[in-house]
């Protein structure tokens, strides 16, 4: 056990810098009014003396942790690294804590919710999974606001921040038009979350607008990862004999990617002469040299700051505005797998 | 403000569930003793009645967060994501909350740590940057281990788990020079890691004991990434026009794979016919189709679980051994960067 007594107090660190008890409450506290001589020579006298305030004591009286819950799912697509980057670098430069979940795609993250909450943390963000009408009551009676990030459930009272999905797949669909695509495969990611369903209805109901027959319009499941990506494109066109179409559209880059290496690598099919491919996300990968992929970016950084906008970190006491559903418009990057349409 | 009276409390839960109140601190304690049947009981009252233990409020009691803390480098480098994503399983299967933080590569995590020990934490992951003997003392001092993940601070009293990396950087230079490599570059990473160092000292040492001249092992600084191997690249045999050596390894395989990207996609050098290339790592990426990258593994799985034998979170009040340095082994990963050697 770590010693209980013998432990320094705030009170040993305000009489050697000689200030006040509360001169030291306000050196450890982010944006307190103390001149930085004062804050500079009361830290010198706290590391002097090991002495480290507890936070975790002090929530107790404020109620406030400075913590927020991240709540990913797969951490397999890069586009959620780079959202967690991003979100760990705003958060960081405010002061703010993170303790990080994973929860399997499409799973129920009512559970990870409630250890979160036993934290007692100022927010949550939540980039993937389920979520209960009941387990958002919860959290909102208790004053912690929730945000969803990059999705939205329907009938919920928890608000966010997404891509407009179907209106970048209408985009990505147009796109392949546009270069002379008439039959289609679709890879689609997990069926439960709104993100991927959104993209390829925007994609399919802007083909079937345009005459392109369903059943020229091939579904596959690609499970959002890269090796699903693969292993679907290999199952559709070499085990069970598709046709290949003009186009390939992958819901998401990694997806988007895994299908490239298998029609380059296992099958020798020429991209784009011999097929044209499309993504979603416009994570770094997706601009390497082997792939060099049309896709829609999503705009990270400003989704980013949107959810911490909601999260009103600042105004704690303020209540939660429910049902907010925020769309950022995603936009067509032009690379090499997608003949770009002379500008006439 | 959350409300401070009128709040549901253990009693209340107890009251509903006809239990003692000690039974429902049990019941939201993992592995204490309760029958399954009465712990459902108590679940279900709690929930009838919005209750949620308060984690924070019970550690100052116990003086046990459950929270661990990562601190991590660059995410830029997918191995780092990978050893996220095996700390945050194992972390969160035993119940166990994750505050990560980030700091930059090479700079002083001191920082960090005096945050984090406002957090009162149970222990700490330390998977990149410096870390002063003055800072490993305090956290020791309260009782609070440091692991170090792929890396070793010489003369610190902090343990730590890592790859061999001399012996796989030599590991290496053996595999090139059977395949016949007798001029050299070499990606560097972060000048102040030891990881980076003791690859480059392995792959070194070995080619100078093997009689190849010093002039004939070109160094470049590759930052660690994927756009810092890519652009030293690019400077070295481009604007600066040395020749093209008969090999190139990269300290870690996203630097590797960024110079393949620009030697293939910008200059048109056939890899293995023109020139060899090695990585460090195993990443998932390098097993791709583009890259296909003959590679050392570091086995991640291994790390993960030797880094959290040395947290020993379940004997809180044992005493930190220090300076534990634990090695594990790599191995060659044999793919098309590098023509094996026929086994005679």
Redesign the interface.
């Known amino acids: ?4 007594s013998g432990r320094v107090t705030s009170l040993d660190v305000a009489a050697l810098a000689g200030v006040s008890q509360s001169a030291v409450s306000r050196a ?1 506290t982010e944006g307190s009014s103390i001149s930085e001589a004062k804050r500079k020579a009361i830290l010198d006298a706290a590391l002097k003396l ?1 002495y ?6 002090s ?2 009286t404020t ?1 406030r ?1 400075n ?1 927020v819950a ?1 709540i990913l799912g797969n ?2 697509n ?1 586009f959620y ?1 780079q959202v ?2 991003a979100l ?2 705003r958060l ?1 430069a405010r ?1 703010v ?6 929860v399997k795609n499409g799973s129920n993250s009512d559970d990870a919710l ?2 979160v ?4 943390v100022d927010g949550i963000i939540l980039t993937s999974a389920q979520l209960s009408t009941r387990m958002t009551g ?1 959290c909102h ?3 912690i606001p929730i945000v969803l990030f990059n999705r939205y459930i329907p009938g919920s009272s928890a608000s966010g921040v997404r891509c407009d999905n179907a209106a970048g797949g209408r985009l990505m669909a147009e796109a392949l038009l546009g270069a002379g695509a008439r039959s289609f495969a679709l890879l689609k990611g997990d069926p439960n979350g709104t993100t991927s369903q959104d993209r390829q209805r925007g994609f399919t109901d802007c083909l079937l607008e345009r005459g392109i027959p369903p059943a020229d319009i091939l579904e596959l499941e690609g499970q959002s990862t ?1 090796d699903g990506g693969h292993a679907a494109t290999l199952r559709a066109f070499l085990d069970e004999r598709h046709p290949i179409p003009d186009a390939i559209f992958g819901i998401n880059d990694i997806m988007a ?1 895994g299908a490239m ?2 029609l ?3 099958m020798g099919v020429k991209i784009p002469a011999d097929l044209m491919v499309g993504g979603f996300d416009n994570i ?2 997706a601009d ?4 060099r992929l049309t896709t829609v970016r999503q705009p990270v950084d400003e989704m980013t700051e949107e959810a911490l906008n909601l999260l009103d970190l600042d105004n ?2 303020a209540a939660i505005q429910p049902g907010i559903d925020i769309k950022v418009p995603g936009r067509i990057v032009w690379r090499s797998t997608i003949p770009r349409p002379v500008d006439l």
Chains 1, 2 share one sequence.
Do not use: C, H
């Not at 056990?1 to 209980?4: D, I, N, S, Y």
């Not at 480290?52 to 004591?57: F, K, L, R």
């Not at 390497?288 to 792939?291: E, K, L, Q, S, V």
């Open positions: 056990m770590k010693p209980l450890f090991n480290v305030p507890n936070s975790i004591a929530s107790l109620r942790t913590m991240v951490l397999d890069p690294v967690l980057k760990i670098t960081q002061g804590q993170i303790l990080t979940f994973t409630m250890r909450l036993r934290y007692q919860i009676d208790r004053g890269y990617m290496d298998a380059r690598g296992e770094d990968e390497r040299w082997p792939y704690p006491g």
